[in-house]
């Protein structure tokens, strides 16, 4: 509900809801849920990201000659240091390639977004608020 100083800005009239606009305020809701899932989705392979690091830093101090369990799936392999370090490498480059693909996904959603925000902003006003 608007207060009457928002009232007395935008003159009082009410702007009939066509089902154009209706799409649009649907299309921008389901934009803002799919937002915030690819943001949850980027701190989650942010945080895998900097476990591997981890891992990797903590490898450095490893003794080549022994073997080394690494996860694969529900299993666990003994293997050389260098393998588990090119493993470990290839699984970085993995984690880097889906977070870029992430990262275009959610400027795709912000910039139509936008659009939708611009579009709206200029039919309703102040009547209609698409803060997040």
Known sequence: MLSTEDEAATGGEEVQVRREDQDKIN???RLNQREILLEEEMK??????EDLDE??????LADEDNLIPYKIGDT???LTLPEV??????SVERIDDEVSRVEEKLQEVREEMQQLKVALY?????SINLET
Do not use: P, V, W, Y
Not at 44 to 49: E, I, L, Q, V, W
């Open 27 to 29: 299309r921008f809701s």
């Open 44 to 49: 989650t392979k942010h945080k895998d990201k």
């Open 55 to 60: 891992i990797s830093n903590e490898l450095e």
């Open 76 to 78: 666990f392999f003994k």
């Open 85 to 90: 370090q090119t493993m470990l490498t290839a």
């Open 122 to 126: 200029a039919r309703f006003g102040r």
